[in-house]
C-alpha cells in the first residue's frame, strides 16, 4: 500500500508512476485522475479517503516529467463527439460551390505567416470576453488565441507547447 499520510518523496512518486505506467499498459486508453483513483483502490494500493491526495501525485508526477503529459484523459472534454450534421443543400447547390471556389482557390490558400521570422507568439487568456477583445489583432496578424478557463489544466498547457513545436517557426528553430 502507498503511504500518501506525508510529504511524498521523489523516490516514492516514481513508485507511483511505474504502479501507474504498468497499469495504463492493462487498461489500453486514458482515464481521468480520479480513475486512476478507483484503479489504484481496485488493485488495493490506496483507499478512498487517500483519492484527493492521490489526484494531487499524479499531477505532480506529470509536471516532473514522470508520466507523459498526455497520461490522464482531457476532463474538460465533456461535449459529444460524432454528432453528423445533414446537409441541408441541394448536390447541385454543393457542386456549384465548389467549381466556385476551385475558380478562386488562390483567395483560399494560407501562407507560412511565421516562415523566416526570430519569434513565434501565442496569446492565452483567461475569459472568452477578453478573446473576443484581442481577436481582431490577432486575426490580422495570424497569432493563435486560447481560452484557458481559469488555471489551464497541465494538458492544456502541453497542446499549447505541441502547437508552438509543430509551428512552422519551430523547423527553424535549430538555426537560432
Not at 497520461?71 to 447541385?92: S, T
Amino acid at each position: 500500500m502507498l503511504d500518501f499520510s506525508k510529504k511524498m518523496t521523489i523516490k516514492q512518486k516514481e513508485e507511483l508512476a511505474d504502479i501507474l505506467l504498468k497499469l495504463s499498459e492493462t487498461i489500453g486508453f486514458r482515464i481521468s485522475s480520479r480513475g486512476w483513483c478507483y484503479q489504484l483502490e481496485q488493485e488495493r494500493y490506496i483507499n478512498k479517503n487517500q483519492f484527493n491526495k492521490v489526484e494531487e501525485s499524479i499531477n505532480k508526477c506529470i509536471k516532473l516529467g514522470l508520466l507523459p503529459i498526455d497520461f490522464v484523459a482531457d476532463e474538460d472534454a465533456r461535449k459529444f463527439d460524432g454528432i453528423e450534421i445533414p446537409d441541408k443543400d441541394h448536390p447541385l447547390t454543393d457542386l456549384k460551390y465548389w467549381l466556385n471556389h476551385t475558380l478562386d482557390c488562390e483567395n483560399h490558400y494560407s501562407v507560412d505567416w511565421w516562415k523566416g521570422e526570430k519569434y513565434y507568439i501565442q496569446v492565452v487568456v483567461e475569459k472568452i470576453d477578453l478573446k473576443t477583445l484581442f481577436s481582431p489583432i490577432t486575426e490580422k496578424y495570424h497569432i493563435p488565441i486560447a481560452t484557458s478557463r481559469g488555471w489551464g489544466s497541465i494538458l492544456q498547457r502541453g497542446d499549447f507547447t505541441i502547437l508552438a513545436k509543430e509551428s512552422p517557426m519551430l523547423q527553424l528553430w535549430d538555426e537560432f
